[in-house]
């Protein structure tokens, strides 16, 4: 193997062609987002998400991750996180057009003209259901019951916590199929749209997130509306779960480099007792500590991309970039805080709003702890070895 830290040609080009767009499309909305989420809307209204995804369009930027057959760019997951880092270094909640969750390029003909197309187009929206009350971590531990009927299944429990559950047109949903078997085999992923009857309220958070709480009670699904196989369901979530845990921290790493950049303008301006605060040495160890945090992350994230790429088992590499990213995230913002005193508490930046917003990377998508079991695991089988790719 050889080592090599440059981007090619390609990457460069893309990369650059996204940090342009990001500067100039997305970052002048930022303050109109900020006073939005003061008066307790949405950041941004769909119709002005729609209408920016179409210009990203124009600049190429549409289905990164989608594959070809349906008009996307497929492009590697390495050069995925580096436009990921682009768009994480604003808060605007912007995503490119023509995505979809990973799972649903499973849908079979009929699912990809009902579910998938239009998801891909942006005229529906889906969320990805798991979660319970009594089952977050443990997702092996879900209740939901899908019993068949028929032609039908007939859904009844709770989902909660899921995102885009308030206005998901449809959601992917695991359900037991099998008690018995449980997720070896007794799990089942269903496409339930909303007029089968299912019900969601918000749940209101610190951060801009604002997931739901779904009931399903008697929810009557065809067949024919089973993703992938039955018994299948435990091993689309964790499909669905794994392609989180490189976007979280490839994101993360795009806050970090902005909120580092305007900690550095700000030493450089703001003066306390006759020169500017970045003359204390306190104040160049804050700095000097989140160039190290935000160095030590970006390259366990792309070794994690880079693993998919490669074709790897990447759930370790997977592990330690989102516990390193999401970790990182959160000192990084806290000492960009620090570093602006009053200032940064304030309602008037936008730091406090990174501030809660990155605490929700160190829960959702599988938390700091599970994280640390999954690597832990992994170098007590002996499936890790201790030296990495270099072992
Ligand atoms: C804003 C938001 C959006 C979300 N979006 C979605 C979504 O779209 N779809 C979806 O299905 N879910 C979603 N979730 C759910 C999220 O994935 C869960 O909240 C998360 O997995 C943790 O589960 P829990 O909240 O039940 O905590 P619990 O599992 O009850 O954990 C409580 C605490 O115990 C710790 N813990 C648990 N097990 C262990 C262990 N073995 N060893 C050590 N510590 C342990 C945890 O780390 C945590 O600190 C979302 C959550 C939030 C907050």
Not at 36 to 58: I, N, T
Not at 71 to 98: D, I, K, M, Y
Not at 289 to 296: F, G, H, I, M, S
Request: hydrophobic share 40%.
């Amino acid at each position: 193997m050889t080592l090599d830290f440059s981007l090619s040609d390609d990457q460069q080009a893309i990369r650059d062609t996204a940090r342009d767009f990001i500067a100039r499309e997305v970052m002048p909305l930022e303050n109109d987002v900020l006073a939005r989420e003061h008066r307790g809307e949405k950041g941004l209204p769909a119709e002005d998400l729609r209408a920016l995804q179409s210009k990203a369009q124009e600049f190429g930027f549409w289905g990164i991750g989608t594959p070809e057959a349906f008009g996307g760019a497929a492009l590697p997951a390495v050069t995925q996180s580096l436009l990921w880092t682009e768009v994480g270094r604003t808060f605007v909640p912007f995503v490119f057009g023509g995505e979809a969750d990973n799972i649903l390029f499973r849908a079979t003909a009929a699912q990809q003209e009902e579910f998938l197309k239009p998801t891909l187009a942006g005229d529906r929206v889906s969320c990805f259901a798991i979660t319970e009350p009594n089952a977050g971590s443990d997702a092996t531990a879900i209740r939901m019951r899908a019993k068949q009927d028929g032609d039908h299944w007939v859904l009844d429990g709770e989902k909660t916590f899921i995102t885009k559950g308030v206005e998901a047109d449809f959601s992917i949903v695991i359900a037991v199929t099998d008690a018995e078997k449980g997720h070896r085999g007794g799990f089942t992923a269903f496409l339930v749209d909303r007029s089968m009857g299912w019900e969601s309220s918000p749940i209101h958070t610190m951060g801009p997130s604002t997931p739901a709480s779904m009931s399903f009670d008697g929810v009557r699904v065809p067949h024919a509306n089973v993703l992938g196989e039955v018994g299948e369901g435990f091993k689309l979530a964790m499909e669905w779960i794994g392609r989180g845990r490189y976007v979280i921290p490839s994101r993360a790493i795009g806050a970090a480099e902005r909120l580092l950049t305007m900690a550095i303008e700000y030493a450089g301006q703001r003066e306390t007792f006759g020169v500017p605060i970045g003359e204390h040495q306190m104040i160049q160890t804050m700095l000097a500590d989140c160039e190290l945090d935000l160095e030590a992350i970006r390259w366990p994230v792309l070794v994690a991309a880079w693993s998919i790429d490669q074709g790897l088992d990447a759930r370790h590499a997977s592990s330690l970039a989102k516990l390193g990213g999401a970790t990182a995230a959160g000192r990084i913002v806290d000492r960009v805080m620090q570093i602006h005193g009053g200032m940064g508490y304030t309602k008037e930046m936008p730091i406090e709003r990174w501030y809660r917003e990155a605490r929700l990377w160190r829960i959702f998508e599988g938390t700091d702890e599970i994280q640390r079991r999954t690597i832990a695991k992994g170098l007590l089988s002996g499936r890790r070895r201790v030296g990495g790719h270099l072992a």
